[in-house]
T-cell receptor
Framework: TQLLEQSPQFLSIQEGENLTVYCNSSSVFSSLQWYRQEPGEGPVLLVT?????EVKKLKRLTFQFGDARKDSSLHITAAQPGDTGLYLC???????????FGSGTRLLVRP | GAVVSQHPSRVICKSGTSVKIECRSLDFQATTMFWYRQFPKQSLMLMAT?????????EQGVEKDKFLINHASLTLSTLTVTSAHPEDSSFYICSASWRGGYEQYFGPGTRLTVT
């Protein structure tokens, strides 16, 4: 069974601070997606990474896919209250259309 | 692009009745649609996967006779919760993807409350 573990589960930080969320597995994935979900809404896709070692930037967010395609990280620089939400990583394989979701990281950015 | 809608956004029903939730891909043809359930402060739990024109594949522990899924076209899938009970109260979210695509695009979710 493929599992994705996210850490930390919950993070409360002050506006302006930096943070990193981790997504780890013992399995290899062909793709890794990151989503952000706000209360009462569906997840919104932030990024997809498919190549080992790949780094993508989305404004203050930096995403990295591990060289072995087993792990990923999301780094937020100078967090803002608008970054508050549930961050989910999800891994995909070529053998299935399904995504394996991590347990999620709940981020609270205090003004 | 890649917009998915869900209807209704909220529904309250009485125990024993059935509720239908619609999921539509508005600007692309969704060869595969997924239905998830989400409990408060938890991640997504996949219920079933449906491909257009074929029967849905249910995850272990999900009752197919209770959660009826129909994927009649490339832009519409429906989830019917039959004989709903209070324990079925939850946030239901659909997603859609197209053949060869890694990503899933999610609808805004439906909050079901069974009284």
């Amino acid at each position: 069974t493929q599992l994705l573990e996210q850490s930390p589960q919950f993070l409360s930080i002050q506006e302006g601070e930096n943070l990193t969320v981790y997504c780890n597995s013992s399995s290899v994935f062909s793709s890794l997606q990151w989503y952000r979900q706000e209360p009462g809404e569906g997840p919104v896709l932030l990024v997809t990474v498919v190549t080992g070692g790949e780094v993508k930037k989305l404004k203050r967010l930096t995403f990295q896919f591990g060289d072995a395609r087993k792990d990923s990280s999301l780094h937020i620089t100078a967090a803002q209250p608008g970054d508050t939400g549930l961050y989910l990583c999800a891994g995909g394989t070529d053998s299935s259309y399904k995504l394996i979701f991590g347990s999620g990281t709940r981020l609270l950015v205090r003004p | 692009g890649a917009v998915v809608s869900q209807h209704p956004s909220r529904v309250i029903c009485k125990s024993g009745t059935s509720v239908k939730i619609e999921c539509r891909s508005l600007d692309f043809q969704a060869t595969t649609m997924f239905w998830y359930r989400q409990f408060p402060k938890q991640s997504l739990m996949l219920m079933a996967t449906s491909n257009e024109g074929s029967k849905a594949t249910y995850e272990q522990g999900v009752e197919k006779d209770k959660f009826l899924i129909n994927h009649a076209s490339l832009t519409l899938s429906t989830l019917t919760v039959t004989s709903a009970h209070p324990e079925d109260s939850s946030f239901y979210i659909c997603s859609a993807s197209w053949r060869g695509g890694y990503e899933q695009y999610f609808g805004p979710g439906t909050r079901l409350t069974v009284t």
